[in-house]
């Protein structure tokens, strides 16, 4: 069985942009509409909420059944997806803390879903930008996590901003807006 993320570091400093960020963007548009791919425990829809975004234009998706379960409980839209699998709509900001490190056999399989983004750590992400630009509304961005010690991540056109960084132990870790 899967376990649900535990909030970390990762999850910190998405917390930390989105307060520095969801201000202005609400400002421009009352009914900003957000997409969380792999809401785990749901602490970023939590924040969106305290933000000040409304409940029904938050959504979100987890491959992992029990962070869906966990989320529903919480009251958020939430759906099980492997990415955008079963989403069907366009979002005005898509978010997404993903797996981003590389295999490693020494880690858990229970927590591998939440960590590992394939054998150097980029797939998951590579595939995630792959598909996102279908799924954005017109001026729509992404707010993505990555580690400096993910293998290379193909941004292929998009322009991007780094919003904000985080020095760890034996990584750097990034969020980036993607336009
Ligand atoms: C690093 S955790 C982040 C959880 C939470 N958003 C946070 O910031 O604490 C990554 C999440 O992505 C989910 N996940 C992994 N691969 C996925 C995929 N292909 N599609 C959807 N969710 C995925 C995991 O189950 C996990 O909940």
Redesign the pocket.
């Known amino acids: 069985m899967?376990e649900?993320?535990n909030?970390?570091e990762?999850?910190y400093l998405?917390i930390r942009v989105l307060s520095n960020e969801i201000p202005e963007m609400l400002n421009k548009n009352k009914k900003l509409k957000i997409l969380?791919?792999?809401?785990?425990?749901g602490?970023?829809l939590e924040m969106l909420k305290k933000l000040g975004v409304s409940k029904d234009n938050i959504f979100s998706?987890?491959?992992?059944p029990l962070?869906v379960e966990h989320c529903k409980k919480l009251g958020f839209n939430c759906i099980e997806?492997?990415?955008f699998e079963n989403i069907k709509e366009k979002f005005d900001l898509i978010i997404f803390?993903?797996?981003?490190l590389p295999r490693d056999i020494r880690e858990p399989l229970s927590s591998q879903?939440?960590?590992t983004g394939g054998k150097k750590g980029n797939e998951?992400i590579n595939?995630f930008l792959k598909q996102s630009k279908e799924y954005l509304n017109k001026d729509g961005k992404i707010f993505l996590l990555t580690s400096s010690i993910s293998g290379k991540i193909k941004f292929g056109k998009y322009r991007k901003k780094m919003l904000d960084k985080e020095k760890l132990f034996f990584e750097e870790i990034y969020v980036w807006e993607l336009k």
């Open positions: 899967h649900i993320y909030p970390a990762d999850s998405l969380e791919i792999g809401s785990g425990s602490i970023l998706c987890d491959l992992n962070a997806s492997n990415l803390n993903p797996p981003y879903l939440s960590t998951t595939r």
